[in-house]
């Protein structure tokens, strides 16, 4: 009985307050977005002005509403309403029409909102994916539309779901046929596990799905990857090309945005969806001649130091620092440097193959089409210019791809030693007589260079450029016994190179104290070898010591760091911890050090002759490779004791030469520690700057100093060459 009477009080309610039908309210909003185009004759009003906007919102709240009600993964009678009768395929048909006016940007907002809020995957099928399509064709094309903020909203939700379900991918990109939409009809293909359900259109809620051949189960029909072949044409891409269009806007969070929703592409994409990107999308060749042509809007002319401003600038913030200083093409320059750094993240962060892709594309058309011949043209101002942005790309570049291909460009494949009398035709032999150019100015930007090209991750630049050379020791005498240890050669005054055009000078030749019989740690060899190198400069020519913050501590302290950061990079090169025995029987072969080491050693020995500027440059040069944790290079450039074969140099009597030049030359300038300490102190800016004669010649004496002090520190922290920072600790203040 009460069962009974509950039953009776339930109907009763449901007869007091009647469920709203869903459907039929769905399907009234759309008849009555259908009957304005069939009633309304005025062509002026806007669409927000009309009730489609409202009639919108009230579909797409309905279809959010229904899949609440449904069990998960079960599509509603109003769902499968809209994709039955094609509604998004209409939509995009009036959109394309604009009309009304403002119509466009109602569809796009419609279909990003039922992407973004309904759950269940609608992009598998047919009536959604093919007017998605056709939507993106609208747009993105033309710079400035109207309907920008829309499309990118739009080309948001749609790399959100590629996010979600990368096989997406393959169902948005234009350019293919498939034969399955030819078969339709004939085979039909639903998604696998999904039901994918379409009602009879006159009845859609009154019996199951009919996926028969001949229902209207095939209009969910996917895309299946294995019938696919290529339609031929790249410009289908509608995405792609959307995204292409977006990101030249004038807006920037617009560009931005496109951006970050291309680089989320790429990054996701599966090894068939990032073939098809390289080989039948614009999706490399856009971005590279994008790129292009950021470079031939900046001036034909661009002072390095002004470049030197905008270095390191992002690609999320590509606009020039408004607190500097303007400068002619400055916002040109930061567009181009913003791109590249965008370009450089790409291939970062995308699959290998669109990765390699893109960057083979960057080094064939930027490097080789646009900054090879200036960097080889014979005006010195284009010359300038291109190497200066050369060494800014570089600062920029981190992705492992586009740095093989820079260093491929720069250097070429080629790691065998060169001959003195070699003289091959090669970017990089170029680059190297650029080094020692009549143009100051060039040498010291193509210093620059090479000394940011050193800095790079890669193995190949130091083999190229040095070790390559250095290999089999052939600098070292033969039929000599190696020594046991430092302290075996020590003594300086066996060193035929150190007091090599010192004796006649009329100065005694400064050398370190005489060497101890014995070293239980190694303490003492990194300390003969150290004052090796402070000794090296005689006491008439050093100045330091009458100023402040000018000590060899300093040295030491960024040395340590340097030298640390070096080793870190270079760890995973494997390189020997220790030096190849000689083989006292093995023939003696002449030794070359190469062009780059012969082009530093020749700059060094000018030293005394150089601007301030390029002695500067030039020092850094040979510091940063000081420190590479090498044993050859550790022996060639910092061990002086080094038994050096007849006719070879080594950095260490290279600086002898220097000095034994400096002891000549001084003895011809008046007053000349006093007015070397005038101009260290004018370099030092404790002093306003005058002309005074001599200058050039006391600012290398300056810069000689200060470049001993620092190749002293880099020996004392690498010592022993394998590992100096694992067994030995700064010294402490104002000791060596």
């Not at 440097?337 to 892709?357: Q, R």
């Not at 000689?582 to 601007?611: A, K, V």
Request: aromatic residues 8%; proline residues 8%; contains cysteine.
């Amino acid at each position: 009985m009460l069962s009974r009477l509950g039953a009776l009080l339930q109907e009763a309610m449901s007869a007091r307050e009647p469920s709203v039908d869903l459907l039929e309210a769905f399907v009234e909003h759309w008849k009555g977005i259908t009957h304005y185009y069939i009633e309304s004759t005025d062509e002026d009003t806007p669409a927000k002005k009309t009730d489609i906007p409202w009639r919108l919102k009230q579909m797409l709240d309905i279809l959010v509403y229904e899949e609440r009600q449904q069990a998960a993964g079960e599509t509603g009678p109003c769902l499968e309403y809209l994709l039955q009768h094609k509604i998004l395929e209409t939509l995009c048909t009036l959109g394309k029409a604009e009309y009304p006016p403002g119509m466009r940007q109602q569809v796009f907002q419609f279909f990003s909102k039922v992407l973004a809020q309904v759950q269940h995957p609608l992009l598998h099928y047919l009536s959604v994916h093919r007017p998605v399509q056709k939507l993106l064709r609208l747009g993105g094309t033309v710079p400035g539309s109207l309907t920008e903020k829309e499309e990118v909203q739009f080309t948001t939700v749609l790399c959100s779901k590629i996010q979600q379900d990368p096989a997406l991918l393959t169902y948005i990109l234009e350019g293919k046929k498939t034969i399955a939409r030819k078969q339709v009809s004939r085979e039909p293909t639903a998604l696998p596990g999904e039901t994918a359900s379409i009602e009879d259109k006159d009845h859609p809620h009154s019996k199951p799905p009919d996926t028969g051949p001949c229902g209207a189960g095939a209009l969910s029909s996917q895309l299946p990857a294995e019938t696919e072949e290529p339609a031929g044409g790249i410009g289908e891409n509608n995405l792609i090309t959307s995204l292409i269009g977006l990101w030249k806007s004038k807006k920037g969070w617009v560009a931005l945005k496109a951006q970050e929703n291309l680089l989320l592409l790429v990054s996701v994409a599966s090894q068939a969806a990032a073939t098809y990107l390289v080989q039948s999308s614009p999706c490399c060749s856009a971005i590279v001649e994008h790129l292009c042509q950021l470079y031939q809007l900046m001036p034909t002319f661009l002072d390095p130091a002004d470049i030197a401003t905008l270095e390191g600038i992002s690609w999320r913030l590509p606009s020039a620092p408004s607190d500097q200083a303007s400068f002619p093409g400055k916002e040109a320059l930061a567009a181009f440097l913003g791109w590249f750094d965008y370009c450089d993240h790409l291939i970062m962060e995308a699959h290998t193959v669109v990765a390699d892709a893109l960057a083979k594309s960057v080094a064939e058309k930027l490097f080789v089409e646009i900054l090879q011949p200036q960097l080889l043209h014979v005006s010195e101002q284009r010359l300038l210019t291109a190497t200066a942005l050369l060494t800014a790309l570089l600062r920029q570049l981190s992705s492992p791809a586009l740095l093989q291909e820079a260093v491929t460009f720069l250097l070429g494949t080629e790691q065998q030693p060169a001959a003195p009398e070699d003289s091959p035709c090669t970017l990089c032999t170029h680059l190297i007589r650029h080094c020692d150019h009549l143009s100051d100015e060039i040498s010291i930007a193509t210093l620059r260079l090479f000394e940011e090209l050193l800095q790079k991750p890669h193995e190949q630049i130091v083999r190229s450029l040095i070790l390559c050379h250095l290999e089999g020791r052939l600098y070292v005498v033969r039929g000599s016994p190696e020594p046991e240890s430092y302290e075996d050669t020590l003594d300086l005054e066996e060193d035929p190179y150190f007091t090599d055009g010192l004796l006649d000078t009329g100065f005694p030749p400064s050398k370190p104290p005489p060497a101890p019989a014995t070293n239980l740690d190694g303490k003492t060899a990194v300390t003969e070898i150290v004052n090796s190198f402070l000794c090296l400069v005689p006491e008439e020519a050093k100045t330091s010591a009458f100023l402040e913050e000018t000590g060899y501590d300093t040295y030491v302290h960024d040395a340590y760091g340097l030298f640390q950061e070096c080793s870190s990079r270079v760890a995973p090169w494997g390189w020997p911890q220790g030096l190849t025995p000689l083989d006292p029987h093995e023939p003696e072969r002449p030794f070359f050090e190469g062009h780059f080491f012969q082009m530093l050693f020749d700059r060094m020995s000018r030293i005394l002759e150089q601007p301030y500027s390029l002695n500067l440059q030039v020092t850094s040069v040979l510091s940063r490779l000081a420190l590479f944790p090498h044993p050859l290079i550790h022996e060639y450039l910092l061990d002086p004791y080094i038994n050096l074969a007849p006719g070879c140099r080594s950095l260490f009597s290279v600086l002898v030469r220097v000095i034994g030049d400096l002891m000549q030359r001084i003895q011809r300038v008046p007053q000349f520690p006093g007015k070397l300490l005038l101009v260290r102190k004018q370099l030092m800016g404790q002093v306003p700057g005058e002309q005074l004669d001599h200058q050039t010649l006391l600012q290398g004496v300056v810069v000689l100093e200060e470049f001993c002090k620092e190749l002293a520190a880099i020996a004392f922290v690498k010592f022993p060459p394998q590992g100096p920072h694992r067994s030995l600790s700064p010294p402490p203040e104002g000791h060596v």
